[in-house]
């Protein structure tokens, strides 16, 4: 029997609270759910698209616009309009410190080790606020095609994803208020769109290939009686469309006799030539040769020129369709059919290096290769809304689990392509005698060498009672949501000591700091962040104030009186600032009464410290 619910305010039909699917993608974005003939569906904008482009300018005015209007700003205001943020979910600056002039927008590299940030004028945004605020356009176009608040989400990921960037999407979900229930591999979601239509009792065994803008992923799966099992995946987070859009310039630049750098320096220039480039491989995929000279550029390329330059591309691809085969333990000739995903898949070089590779398989390129992963993911939504229970989907973690032992060694816990939910646990023990703190550090990767694979988390398990070494026994325990997010435990099992972590990545975010950033969020918080300036603002001179003027009274026989003098009246000027509650004269006078202290602050620290070290052996 179904529920109806009446709201008692308007005495309306309270419409169902419909949970959508998501595909975040590099290049496009799009929104689907499923419609009341229980049919997949991605919604579309007033002119008719369906596809979103990932793309976000930001006005002078500080206003925000998503998608194609975005788009139009990419040539002439490229710093303030940025693309393909999904290559920078969960990624540090050394991770994109060689690709980053490609950017037309700056990012940031004053923390080598932390979450990259890309600058926006004066402001400072992560890619995961960036996401965001695509997403927050989805929800919107969600909302107003269907009328309801959308406030559930399943979002879909790359398979080759890692923790830190599954969390980072996880995280820009939260901050456009998205409560994403599942993240699922775009794989194995264009599987279930594509095996919605199969007979059921029928055994299939499918590859999908999906290279987009960005990235690429190959999936091997099951498909049995409704359950969807994936055997095993593979992929490249840093291979796609866009890599052709690359090569495509690079050529031109040589072609044209014109200096790499000089171009590339020139950001409209270069993104012009970028969307030139991109223009002219779409054509490429339905005409056999382009002559074209524009602005002074001959931007001509012939069909063998431009397989010439994707090749290694396309052959990277095929290279992770080998590793992905052989985890899968199956051999080419039980592969049934090759499922198309991603724009870039209409390439007619990727299509006959994908059927030269997987002989004798049926290709399946009929199904709207942009729209795929949506559409798996409105049906995923579907499944956990409790709708379908006729049809299960079993994924794996794409990478290896594990922690660091003696000599810098990984070992692991959960091992590549395990079925997720899973567990393991590991019994170690200690090589110091009385070691009170146990470190415990894991990594994510396939390397035998820790320092070859990513460090996810380190905690230590403090207050083991001193043993001698070997005696401890340290049981560590993983736990892996359906997500692919991991859960540590550790516990000394002699003395009962035990801790347990959920998996921040190293490049991801703490709550305190998607909480902080949601105050900031652009469209909402405006004022709050307003108000919360000027109170912090106004904290910190308070209690500056009062620890100099402690400071005063206790050095006051090492200051010099003109020193005492001008701190004092330093201290007047923002007491007087603090009265007027301007945020600006307050931190003026703050950073003031800061910089004229500093030299004798500094001076006076080191002569305690001195006194105080007297006699003190170290
Ligand atoms: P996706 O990330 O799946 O949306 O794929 C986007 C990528 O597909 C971009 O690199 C596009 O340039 C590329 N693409 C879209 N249409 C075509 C086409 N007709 N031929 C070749 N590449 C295409």
């Given at each position: 029997m179904a529920k109806v619910g009446i709201n008692i305010a308007t005495g309306s039909l309270q419409k169902e609270e419909l949970i959508v699917g998501i595909d975040l993608g590099t290049t496009n974005s799009l929104v689907a759910f499923i419609n009341s003939n229980q049919e997949p569906y991605a919604l579309n904008d007033m002119d008719g698209f369906t596809i979103v482009p990932s793309i976000v300018h930001f006005t002078a005015a500080g206003e925000v616009i998503v998608g194609n209007e975005a788009k139009k700003h990419l040539i002439e205001d490229p710093q303030n309009t940025v693309y393909s943020v999904k290559r920078l979910l969960g990624k540090s600056f050394s991770d994109l410190k060689n690709i980053q002039q490609y950017f037309g927008y700056k990012i940031l590299d004053q923390e080598t080790e932390g979450l990259i940030k890309i600058r926006i004028r004066d402001k400072y945004y992560t890619a995961i606020e960036i996401s965001a605020l695509i997403l927050k356009e989805l929800k919107a176009r969600a909302e107003h095609y269907l009328k309801t608040p959308v406030k559930r989400a399943v979002i879909t990921v790359p398979a080759y994803f890692n923790d830190s960037q599954r969390q980072a999407t996880r995280d820009a979900g939260k901050l456009a208020?998205?409560?994403?229930l599942r993240i699922v591999n775009e794989p194995t979601a264009a599987s279930l769109a594509y095996g919605l239509g199969l007979d059921k009792n029928e055994h299939q065994v499918l590859a999908v290939y999906d290279l987009g803008g960005g990235t690429f992923d190959i999936s091997i799966l099951n498909l049995h009686e409704g359950i969807f099992e994936v055997l095993s995946t593979n992929g490249d987070?840093?291979?796609?469309?866009d890599d052709f859009d690359k090569a495509i310039v690079n050529y031109w630049i040589f072609e044209n006799k014109k200096n790499l750098d000089e171009v590339l320096e020139d950001k409209s220039l270069s993104q012009w030539l970028r969307l030139k480039a991109e223009e002219i491989k779409k054509r490429l995929s339905f005409e056999e040769n382009i002559v074209l000279q524009e602005n002074g550029w001959q931007l001509n390329l012939t069909q063998s020129k431009f397989n010439e330059l994707i090749l290694p591309f396309v052959d990277r691809s095929i290279r992770c369709c080998e590793k992905a085969l052989a985890d899968s333990g199956l051999s080419l000739t039980e592969i049934n059919n090759v499922v198309f995903v991603g724009g870039s898949t209409r390439t007619p070089l990727v299509k006959q290096q994908v059927k030269n590779f997987f002989k004798g398989t049926i290709l399946f390129d009929n199904l709207n290769p942009d729209e795929v992963v949506a559409l798996g993911a409105a049906i995923e939504a579907d499944i956990l809304a409790g709708n379908r229970s006729d049809i299960l989907l079993l994924d794996v973690t794409p990478l290896s689990l594990g922690i660091e032992t003696l000599g810098g060694l990984m070992d692991t816990l959960i091992p590549r392509?395990?079925?997720?939910?899973t567990k393991a646990a590991r019994q170690y023990t200690t090589s110091i005698d009385g070691q009170s703190n146990i470190k415990i550090t894991v990594f994510q990767g396939e390397r035998d060498l820790v320092s070859e694979n990513r460090k996810l988390a380190t905690f230590e398990l403090k207050g083991v009672p001193a043993m001698p070494a070997g005696l401890p026994k340290v049981e560590v325990g993983f736990l892996l949501n359906a997500d692919g997010i991991l859960t540590v435990m550790a516990k000394e099992l002699r003395s009962g000591v035990s801790q347990a972590i959920e998996v921040k990545p190293q490049y991801g975010l703490t709550d305190n700091e998607v909480e902080k950033m949601l105050m900031d969020s652009l469209e909402n918080a405006q004022k709050d962040v307003e108000t919360r300036m000027v109170v912090e603002a106004i904290t910190e001179a308070k209690q500056l104030v009062y620890l100099t003027e402690r400071f005063l009274e206790k050095n006051s026989e090492m200051l010099r009186s003109d020193e005492m003098e001008g701190t004092r009246q330093k201290i007047e000027n923002l007491a007087s600032a603090l009265a007027t509650n301007e945020k600006d004269a307050i931190l003026h006078h703050h950073e003031a009464l800061n910089e004229f202290t500093a030299p004798f602050a500094e001076r006076v620290m080191d002569k305690a410290i001195a006194i105080a070290m007297k006699g003190k052996k170290i």
């Amino acid at each position: 029997m179904a529920k109806v619910g009446i709201n008692i305010a308007t005495g309306s039909l309270q419409k169902e609270e419909l949970i959508v699917g998501i595909d975040l993608g590099t290049t496009n974005s799009l929104v689907a759910f499923i419609n009341s003939n229980q049919e997949p569906y991605a919604l579309n904008d007033m002119d008719g698209f369906t596809i979103v482009p990932s793309i976000v300018h930001f006005t002078a005015a500080g206003e925000v616009i998503v998608g194609n209007e975005a788009k139009k700003h990419l040539i002439e205001d490229p710093q303030n309009t940025v693309y393909s943020v999904k290559r920078l979910l969960g990624k540090s600056f050394s991770d994109l410190k060689n690709i980053q002039q490609y950017f037309g927008y700056k990012i940031l590299d004053q923390e080598t080790e932390g979450l990259i940030k890309i600058r926006i004028r004066d402001k400072y945004y992560t890619a995961i606020e960036i996401s965001a605020l695509i997403l927050k356009e989805l929800k919107a176009r969600a909302e107003h095609y269907l009328k309801t608040p959308v406030k559930r989400a399943v979002i879909t990921v790359p398979a080759y994803f890692n923790d830190s960037q599954r969390q980072a999407t996880r995280d820009a979900g939260k901050l456009a208020g998205l409560d994403v229930l599942r993240i699922v591999n775009e794989p194995t979601a264009a599987s279930l769109a594509y095996g919605l239509g199969l007979d059921k009792n029928e055994h299939q065994v499918l590859a999908v290939y999906d290279l987009g803008g960005g990235t690429f992923d190959i999936s091997i799966l099951n498909l049995h009686e409704g359950i969807f099992e994936v055997l095993s995946t593979n992929g490249d987070t840093f291979l796609g469309g866009d890599d052709f859009d690359k090569a495509i310039v690079n050529y031109w630049i040589f072609e044209n006799k014109k200096n790499l750098d000089e171009v590339l320096e020139d950001k409209s220039l270069s993104q012009w030539l970028r969307l030139k480039a991109e223009e002219i491989k779409k054509r490429l995929s339905f005409e056999e040769n382009i002559v074209l000279q524009e602005n002074g550029w001959q931007l001509n390329l012939t069909q063998s020129k431009f397989n010439e330059l994707i090749l290694p591309f396309v052959d990277r691809s095929i290279r992770c369709c080998e590793k992905a085969l052989a985890d899968s333990g199956l051999s080419l000739t039980e592969i049934n059919n090759v499922v198309f995903v991603g724009g870039s898949t209409r390439t007619p070089l990727v299509k006959q290096q994908v059927k030269n590779f997987f002989k004798g398989t049926i290709l399946f390129d009929n199904l709207n290769p942009d729209e795929v992963v949506a559409l798996g993911a409105a049906i995923e939504a579907d499944i956990l809304a409790g709708n379908r229970s006729d049809i299960l989907l079993l994924d794996v973690t794409p990478l290896s689990l594990g922690i660091e032992t003696l000599g810098g060694l990984m070992d692991t816990l959960i091992p590549r392509n395990s079925k997720i939910p899973t567990k393991a646990a590991r019994q170690y023990t200690t090589s110091i005698d009385g070691q009170s703190n146990i470190k415990i550090t894991v990594f994510q990767g396939e390397r035998d060498l820790v320092s070859e694979n990513r460090k996810l988390a380190t905690f230590e398990l403090k207050g083991v009672p001193a043993m001698p070494a070997g005696l401890p026994k340290v049981e560590v325990g993983f736990l892996l949501n359906a997500d692919g997010i991991l859960t540590v435990m550790a516990k000394e099992l002699r003395s009962g000591v035990s801790q347990a972590i959920e998996v921040k990545p190293q490049y991801g975010l703490t709550d305190n700091e998607v909480e902080k950033m949601l105050m900031d969020s652009l469209e909402n918080a405006q004022k709050d962040v307003e108000t919360r300036m000027v109170v912090e603002a106004i904290t910190e001179a308070k209690q500056l104030v009062y620890l100099t003027e402690r400071f005063l009274e206790k050095n006051s026989e090492m200051l010099r009186s003109d020193e005492m003098e001008g701190t004092r009246q330093k201290i007047e000027n923002l007491a007087s600032a603090l009265a007027t509650n301007e945020k600006d004269a307050i931190l003026h006078h703050h950073e003031a009464l800061n910089e004229f202290t500093a030299p004798f602050a500094e001076r006076v620290m080191d002569k305690a410290i001195a006194i105080a070290m007297k006699g003190k052996k170290i």
